[in-house]
Structures are given as structure tokens and as C-alpha cells.
């Protein structure tokens, strides 16, 4: 069954436009000011004319506490002596992690997962900063109207693909088509049709003989 043409959101359509940042120079207290006052984990650093070459988490500032009382164990003498960084520049993780503003948001959600990251600034393609995406940025598309999704389904699955036979219906997110259904081998692949329009939390499928999650 060949697949229709869903509308994919990318992460421009989700990111903060207006993204806090600081220098290299930015000095430790101004970087903890500045999280708390917006209320965000992390803070791409930028040098230049906007580039980013870097981000400093919670993480990176909490190394200093870390070693405070304690003395480094084998292996954890890079993390010590990023405790003693008081800028910016050396309190760093480089080079950073980034996102294009047209990757999908499937791309940043893998990004995030296999980084174990909480934002990713948000580049140009020579590396100037955009804006930032966060876990909470991609959670968005699930605010969709279940009229819309169920509007898509029917134009880029049901359609697209000429299963007249075949109703959906949206609840909270939830999509259930319904219907006659010949050929029992497209369930499958109409179920993960529909699950790829963004915003479906889930699919349930009933073609005439029992309703069934898929």
C-alpha cells in the first residue's frame, strides 16, 4: 500500500524562536542566573557572530559541587578539573549537539534520546544559532485537534490510497478506522499509515470482525 503525503512537522514548526545564550566568556553565576531566570537546564554558547560551539547544562555546573569535599576517584579527573572552570568557555560540553530547523521531529526526538539530552540548539548550515528545541517543544504536536488529525488521515491514508470502505474517527489523539476490509495483510500497513500522522497517540483498528489495537 503505498503511502500518501502526510503533513510532517519539523522542528522549526515547534522550537523557541527566541533562544537565551551566552559568550564564552559568561562567567559562572551569570550562567546559573540566567537558567533560573528562564527557567531552562541548558544554555548553547556562541562565539562570533552567532555560532554555536557549545552548550553548558546543569550538569556541567554541578561538577563543581560535586568535587567541593571530595577528592577525584581514577577516572574522574577531566570532571575535577572542570570544577575549577569559572567561564563559559571551559565549562562547556564541545563540540555541541545540534538540530537543523528543517529535520523532522523524529530526527530530534532520536537526537535527544540517544544523547540523553533535554534541548538541542536549533542551527543554520554554518552553524548559527536559530533558536533551541526542547523535550517539551516536541510534545507539542500532540496539542493537534482531533478534527485535524482525523482530516488528515482521511486525505493522506484513506484517500490517497482509494480505501473508500473505510471511516476514522479521533479521540483525544486516539485514531479508530472502521469498516469493510477485503484484503485483511494492509491492517498493518494502515495501522502504521495512520500512527505516522504526527499527533496520533494511538491506533485501533476495526475491519469487520473485532476492534483491536494495532
Known sequence: MPAGPPARYT???VMTHTAVAIGENAPYKEIV???VQWKVSALPVLAGEGRVVGVVSEADLLVKEAFRDAEPRPGQFAAAAKAGAVRAGELMSSPA???RAD????EAA????QRRLKR????DEIGLLEGVCSRSD???VFLREDAEIAAEIRRTVLASNALTGLTVTVDEGVATVRGGLADRSLVPLIARAVRAVEGVVDVHVDFGAHESAV
Open 11 to 13: 522542528v522549526s514548526d
Open 33 to 35: 542566573a540566567l537558567m
Open 97 to 99: 549537539v545540534t538540530v
Open 103 to 106: 529535520a523532522t521531529l523524529a
Open 110 to 113: 532520536r537526537i535527544m534520546a
Open 120 to 123: 538541542l540548539p536549533v542551527v
Open 138 to 140: 516536541l510534545l507539542k
